[in-house]
């Protein structure tokens, strides 16, 4: 029983010592591959491609896909060859990964990749350093070239966005004589759309918060004297349902003081929502007004109409207990909801 035993103790540590080796060897080769390929990279060509971005090639628009090669002393877009000494911009002694300095072509390849994913603009001449566009850089630089209005303005001197150092001379000369493909104009000009928009709607928001601070002052004076107006009114009468004819003088001018502050503060609500709303500072909430707080004038007719159909309902039947009742609790709503709006307005001024 004990030599199957010692036999059957060897076998298994044989095995799994055999199975570490194996698993050894095989991580050892996947290393020795990987550190293959990098020095393959570093010593030889590597490539990258990349569908985003726009790159001009002396002076015209070369469309993607981009198909660029790196060597140690040249870089190649679309078969087209440059002098890596081009990018001399984007050289960086200094920079290392995992202990180990890049070579020049590494960090350019890193850069142009970075640079063209992010929809940025590559300009490249002969014997000239390169331009790199970023952000609302690479936005100037197509609405030059695609735009006929902005390359109009570039050329009577609204060049502020050139980068420091180039011939602005002969970037004129070459954006004056862009002729612009359709394929550019197509692509640039959904990216100038979208911008344009964003510009535009950022522009009116900073507007509409001008607006909303300058008037938050007198909107408040008038609001708290309202409040204060409409809560003396409707603490001074109140509908009894069991009480007094309802046909008395006093009740229908407490009916006509009720539907003349209802009218009020529902302009100063309708004004404080298209003010707040268009400053961005809050979410309509009421599913139709939500609908139309985008189209002021929808809103503002939807608002009156509603108004003056309720008022003049209530004003036709003043005589009448309910009628009364109902501007009375008509009047209390828009009270609260003007206090609403001051709380709100000394919270957020």
Same mark, same amino acid.
């Given at each position: 029983m004990r030599v199957p035993l010692f036999l059957?103790?060897? #076998?298994?540590?044989?095995?799994?010592?055999?199975?570490?080796?194996?698993?050894?060897?095989?991580?050892?080769?996947?290393?020795?591959?990987?550190?293959?390929?990098?020095?393959?990279?570093?010593?030889?060509?590597?490539?990258? !491609?990349v569908d985003t971005g726009y790159v001009f090639l002396n002076g015209e628009y070369?469309?993607?896909p981009y198909q660029i090669e790196f060597s140690e002393s040249d870089v190649s877009i679309n078969e087209t060859t440059f002098d890596l000494?081009?990018?001399?911009?984007?050289?960086?002694?200094?920079?290392?990964? !995992?202990? #180990?300095?890049?070579?020049?072509?590494?960090?350019?390849?890193?850069?142009?990749?970075?640079?063209?994913?992010?929809?940025?603009?590559?300009?490249?001449f002969e014997m000239e350093p390169f331009q790199a566009f970023?952000? !609302?850089?690479?936005?100037?630089?197509?609405?030059?070239? #695609?735009?006929? +209005?902005?390359?109009?303005a570039f050329n009577h001197g609204e060049r502020d966005w050139l980068p420091s150092g180039v011939d602005e001379t002969a970037w004129a000369i070459w954006i004056s004589e862009? +002729?612009?493909? +359709?394929?550019?104009?197509?692509?640039a000009g959904e990216m100038l759309t979208c911008v344009a928009g964003l510009e535009e709607s950022h522009a009116n928001r900073v507007l509409a918060k001008r607006?909303? +601070?300058?008037?938050?002052?007198?909107?408040t004076v008038v609001g708290m004297l309202l409040v204060v107006m409409a809560f003396g009114h409707l603490l001074s009468f109140k509908p009894d349902p069991e009480g007094a004819s309802p046909e008395t003088?006093?009740?229908?001018?407490?009916?006509?003081?009720?539907?003349?502050? #209802?009218?009020v503060l529902s302009a100063l609500d309708l004004i404080w929502t298209l003010l707040v709303s268009r400053a961005g500072d809050m979410k309509e909430l009421n599913p139709l007004g939500a609908a139309l707080i985008d189209e002021p004038l929808a809103l503002i007719a939807l608002k009156t109409?509603?108004?003056?159909?309720?008022?003049?309902?209530?004003?036709?039947?003043?005589?009448?207990?309910?009628?009364?009742?109902?501007?009375?609790?008509?009047?209390?709503?828009?009270?609260?909801?003007?206090?609403?709006?001051?709380?709100?307005?000394?919270?957020f001024a």
């Amino acid at each position: 029983m004990r030599v199957p035993l010692f036999l059957f103790l060897f #076998v298994s540590v044989q095995g799994s010592v055999s199975m570490a080796q194996d698993v050894e060897r095989t991580g050892r080769t996947v290393r020795n591959a990987e550190r293959s390929v990098q020095r393959g990279q570093q010593n030889g060509t590597s490539q990258l !491609n990349v569908d985003t971005g726009y790159v001009f090639l002396n002076g015209e628009y070369l469309p993607p896909p981009y198909q660029i090669e790196f060597s140690e002393s040249d870089v190649s877009i679309n078969e087209t060859t440059f002098d890596l000494s081009v990018f001399e911009a984007w050289k960086n002694d200094k920079q290392r990964r !995992n202990g #180990v300095a890049r070579s020049h072509a590494q960090q350019v390849r890193r850069k142009l990749r970075d640079l063209l994913d992010g929809d940025g603009g590559l300009v490249l001449f002969e014997m000239e350093p390169f331009q790199a566009f970023h952000g !609302n850089d690479s936005y100037e630089l197509l609405n030059v070239l #695609v735009n006929a +209005e902005s390359r109009q303005a570039f050329n009577h001197g609204e060049r502020d966005w050139l980068p420091s150092g180039v011939d602005e001379t002969a970037w004129a000369i070459w954006i004056s004589e862009f +002729e612009c493909p +359709e394929e550019l104009s197509g692509r640039a000009g959904e990216m100038l759309t979208c911008v344009a928009g964003l510009e535009e709607s950022h522009a009116n928001r900073v507007l509409a918060k001008r607006i909303l +601070e300058n008037s938050a002052y007198p909107l408040t004076v008038v609001g708290m004297l309202l409040v204060v107006m409409a809560f003396g009114h409707l603490l001074s009468f109140k509908p009894d349902p069991e009480g007094a004819s309802p046909e008395t003088r006093i009740a229908k001018h407490a009916v006509i003081r009720s539907l003349a502050l #209802v009218t009020v503060l529902s302009a100063l609500d309708l004004i404080w929502t298209l003010l707040v709303s268009r400053a961005g500072d809050m979410k309509e909430l009421n599913p139709l007004g939500a609908a139309l707080i985008d189209e002021p004038l929808a809103l503002i007719a939807l608002k009156t109409t509603a108004t003056l159909l309720a008022v003049g309902l209530l004003f036709g039947l003043r005589q009448h207990r309910v009628a009364q009742q109902g501007a009375w609790w008509a009047c209390l709503i828009c009270t609260l909801l003007t206090v609403r709006w001051l709380t709100f307005n000394s919270m957020f001024a």
